[in-house]
């Protein structure tokens, strides 16, 4: 097995009921490397992150993050194991400020116990001071600076999106999933989306969600085309949408 | 034979807990408000039944029951209108705190219209006889008992009908999985809404005015149907009907068999419906009638008071602690009497900041504060009068011991979803009142217990001097933890779960920490109180009682901040002591502070610490398009 593998996912099925989002899905993500989900509607893109997070329960298959198996795993110790995601409704902590929400992502990286914290030492080991430098950290990426004491929910969608990045650069993800970074961003800050995602590159193993194809082609490795919970090609950008199959799942028509 | 009788007097009741059982399971599938206020929309409707009958000389019980009737409805169109009009489409939680608000209102109002003294009802007020009815053996079965039971199987199945074939069913079931869609797809929300509430108003008037002519009508004769109602309901994992209809009349029929049982069983029937919530949460009962989208679905979005909410300050603990000294200061200048009074605001304070921590922090609900105080008290009197160990001692013990029964609560509440902890609380803390609350060596049996505070301190200057400083030091050490890594994660699992857990935070352990802390708060309270008062009988804990007044100073002070705590307290207890005199005060309690909830979640979430917030942050400053957030990092040195 490959050393720098740093997502594996075999044969991941996830069922609701009678429907089958997801369908004997793989995918590898190599440390350093971004790879583009692109599929209509429905087709189980945002299902496949949620198994790889741990809100969809497998059927069957496996996910394993930097070659630790975690298909039974709770998601907060998927998270622990380096793995950060963003969710494609944006909600973040609606009602913590931006600099709340960039001190929560250090959630892990701070210890600290409930005792220490709690009888008074709390006052002694404020850890905001300590988190100050690592929010810098965090700022020189996206600079969210004015937004530190507005409300989350009081965000426009773009800063919000940025906001949300720079929560999850904070924690130095060895796998980041975003689910539709660019949706609701103006063209202007789409481009802008694209600097970022491709500054983070270096450190991470990135799997994006997006509709957006000229977006993610920019910047991609690798694309996966899914369709009704099946990945139906995968490989180069320009080879996955040149494929037949997934322009028939594009248009609805066969290509001819 | 008497064993079919009792069963068949069963049906009776429990066609009336299906009944009320079948509205709240309307309201919720359609609104996702947890109704807790139902079994008072049937009080008050029973009063007006009962003043109908009384004044009008001439008036038909018939006519009388379809006045009622259409009552109800309307009251439940107002509800629909004015309380839950402006909180429709926000959190679970919003939803139930409203919820305790409303009954507030309704049974403090159906106090002061009506008196709190009991009316007896008369057989002639019964619209079907009481005596004589269908012969089985020796033993007859009234007809009001079939008839009760015919009326309520009927309304239970119509309903199900209505919700299976008609429009007007889909358009609830597609606002309940999902609400979005719902409204894309043309469903007129507010109309469905109206409707539905007519209906919970209408069904709870008819049970109401059906089960008084079984005993003497007081505001509280109908108190024991809510938890009843709410068991029947959670049988069909507050989703089905028809299932909801079989839970109703199969409590009815065990808690009538039951009566006739021999002795240790037939004490079974005051636990029987809190034991069975209980159990049925510890099965994850809605499991089976609930998919995980739908519940997800039904837990609200806390997004849709944007504008509402402000961040507000957490408050310095270096202030808190400046303010201590201050208050300990001022206190000398107090007379004995407003001493006293300052000593218990400040308790009240803190079973305040008890919810601050796990309503404003951990986005959780809960109807034990009352509980935990009374458990908190107790303890004062075990160990502090009966086993005469010191003050100092017994403070901590009360509010450590308070930890395990929030884990046991915990865990029945479903790795502590929102809407089961506030369903399990309830249970808990009638499932208490029925059994620890009324033992001897517990609770002396509900008589008076005397809990003499130490000589050293024995005055009440002196007495209050330790009360601002043991609370001053408590709300200190809370604006410190709630800017730690733990209360933070608190808020984060309450904004959000699911980004919680990616962040890395288990958000189970820290709903549990969030309410186990809430609780020692709350025992530490209750033990202090006891030492306070010097006296005292379980009732001043009665769950219902106290767990509302302390919401409800807690959610006009603010609910998110310790300082909202402090002023909710002050407001609430200067005035009761003010209106001290007046017979009603329980009432306008119960009145004013069901109302004040009401609004102040409409209008002002954040309470009077959130309308103070607004004032300093008057000129927020306007958003630079987000292209020059990323554009200012690139120039900063990204690369
Ligand atoms: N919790 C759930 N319960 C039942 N069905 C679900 C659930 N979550 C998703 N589905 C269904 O699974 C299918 C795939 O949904 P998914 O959200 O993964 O699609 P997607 O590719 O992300 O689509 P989009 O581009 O619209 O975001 C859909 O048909 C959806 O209705
Ligand atoms: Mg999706």
Request: net charge positive; proline share 4%.
């Amino acid at each position: 097995m490959d050393a720098d593998i740093a997502l594996a996912v075999r044969g991941a099925r996830v069922r609701f009921g009678a429907v089958v989002p997801c369908d004997g899905v793989d995918v590898t993500v190599h440390a350093g490397e971004i790879v583009a989900i692109i599929g209509p509607n429905g087709a189980g893109k945002s299902t496949l992150l949620d198994a790889i997070s741990g809100f969809a329960p497998l059927e069957a298959g496996s996910v394993a993050i930097g070659g630790t198996d975690v298909t039974r795993a709770l998601p907060y110790r998927r998270a622990r194991l380096g793995l950060a995601r963003s969710f494609q409704d944006a909600r973040g902590f609606a009602n913590m400020t931006v600099r709340e929400a960039l001190l929560g992502s250090l959630h892990g990286r701070f210890r600290g116990g409930l005792l220490a914290e709690g009888i008074g030492a709390g006052v002694a080991r404020d850890d905001e001071r300590a988190a100050c430098d690592a929010i810098e950290e965090a700022l020189a990426l996206v600079d969210v600076r004015r937004y530190l004491d507005v409300r989350i929910a009081d965000l426009s969608v773009g800063t919000a999106r940025a906001v949300e990045l720079a929560v999850l650069s904070l924690r130095r993800p060895a796998v980041l999933l975003l689910d539709e970074p660019a949706s609701g961003l103006q063209q202007s800050e789409v481009e802008a989306l694209a600097g970022v995602i491709e500054r983070i590159r270096g450190s991470a193993a990135t799997l994006i969600v997006e509709h957006d194809v000229p977006f993610v082609r920019a910047f991609s490795d690798r694309l996966i085309a899914m369709d009704l919970g099946r990945v139906i090609a995968e490989g180069s950008p320009a080879d996955v949408l040149d494929h037949p199959a997934v322009i028939e799942s594009y248009l609805g028509v066969p290509a001819r | 034979m008497i064993w079919l009788q009792y069963a068949v007097f069963g049906l009776g009741v429990g066609a009336i807990f299906a009944l009320l059982a079948v509205g709240i399971v309307l309201v919720y599938r359609a609104t996702g408000m947890l109704n807790f206020a139902h079994a008072s929309i049937a009080t008050a409707a029973a009063y007006v039944n009962f003043t109908l009958l009384e004044r009008v000389q001439w008036m038909p019980v018939g006519l009388a029951l379809a006045i009622t009737v259409v009552f109800g409805a309307l009251l439940g169109i107002a509800i629909r209108k004015f309380v839950f009009g402006p909180i429709a489409g926000t959190s679970q939680v919003v939803k139930l705190i409203v919820s305790f608000g409303l009954a507030g209102v309704l049974q403090g109002a159906v106090g002061l219209i009506w008196s709190r003294i009991g009316t007896p009802t008369l057989p002639g007020h019964s619209l079907f006889s009481m005596t004589s009815g269908i012969k089985i053996g020796a033993a007859t079965i009234p007809s009001q008992r079939i008839a009760l039971l015919v009326i309520g199987a009927a309304v239970a199945l119509g309903l199900t009908l209505l919700l299976k074939r008609t429009e007007f069913g889909m358009c609830v079931r597609a606002l309940a999985q999902n609400p979005l869609a719902a409204r894309l797809a043309g469903v007129d929300e507010r109309r469905v809404h109206s409707a539905v509430w007519a209906i919970a108003g209408a069904t709870a008037a008819l049970a109401g005015v059906l089960i008084i002519p079984f005993g003497v009508l007081t505001p509280l004769s109908l108190s024991g149907f809510q938890i009843k109602s709410l068991a029947a309901a959670l049988v069909g994992g507050f989703a089905s009907l028809p299932a909801a209809l079989a839970g109703g009349l199969g409590l009815g029929v065990v808690q009538e068999m039951l009566v006739g049982a021999p002795a240790p069983l037939n004490g079974l029937r005051s636990v029987l419906a809190t034991g069975l919530v209980i159990v049925l949460l510890f099965a994850r009962i809605e499991r089976r009638f609930v998919s995980e989208q739908e519940a997800r679905a039904l837990e609200g979005d806390e997004r849709t008071l944007a504008g509402k909410w402000k961040p507000v300050p957490l408050g310095s603990p270096r202030a808190w602690l400046a303010g201590t000294v201050i208050l300990a200061l001022v206190f000398f200048g107090l007379s004995g009497f407003w001493a006293f009074v300052a000593g218990r605001t400040l308790i009240y304070a803190l079973l305040g900041l008890s919810l601050v921590v796990l309503t404003g922090w951990s986005g959780q609900v809960s109807l034990m504060p009352g509980t935990f105080a009374g458990i908190g008290a107790a303890l004062a009197w075990i160990l502090g009068t009966k086993l005469g160990f010191p003050m100092p001692l017994v403070l901590p013990l009360a509010a450590l011991a308070t930890i395990p029964i929030a884990g046991i609560v915990g865990v029945a509440a479903l790795r502590l979803r929102p809407l089961y902890l506030a369903v399990a609380t309830v249970a808990f803390a009638g499932l208490f009142e029925e059994t620890l609350f009324v033992q001897h060596w517990f609770a002396n049996s509900g008589n008076a217990m005397s809990v003499p505070r130490p000589k050293w301190i024995a005055g009440d200057h002196v007495f209050g001097l330790v009360v601002v400083l043991i609370v001053g030091a408590t709300f200190a050490a809370t604006a410190a933890f709630g800017r730690t890594r733990t209360g933070r994660a608190l808020r984060m699992a309450r904004d959000n779960e699911r980004a919680a857990a990616s962040a890395g935070v288990n958000p189970t352990k820290y709903r549990l920490i969030g309410f186990a802390l809430s609780a020692a708060y709350a025992g530490l309270a209750g033990a202090l109180l006891a030492y306070l008062l010097g006296t005292f009988s379980m009732a001043t804990f009665g769950f219902l009682v106290l767990s509302l007044t302390v919401f409800g100073l807690a959610t006009v002070g603010g609910i998110r901040t310790p300082i909202g705590a402090l002023v909710g307290a002050f407001i609430v207890v200067y005035l009761s002591e003010v209106f001290r005199a007046s017979a009603s005060v329980q009432d306008w309690v119960f009145t004013g502070t069901g109302a004040a909830i009401i609004a102040v979640m409409a209008y002002s979430p954040d309470g009077i610490a959130g309308m103070l917030a607004r004032f300093k942050r008057h000129s927020r400053a306007v958003e630079p398009p987000v292209v020059e957030t990323f554009e200012l990092a690139e120039a900063s040195g990204g690369r």
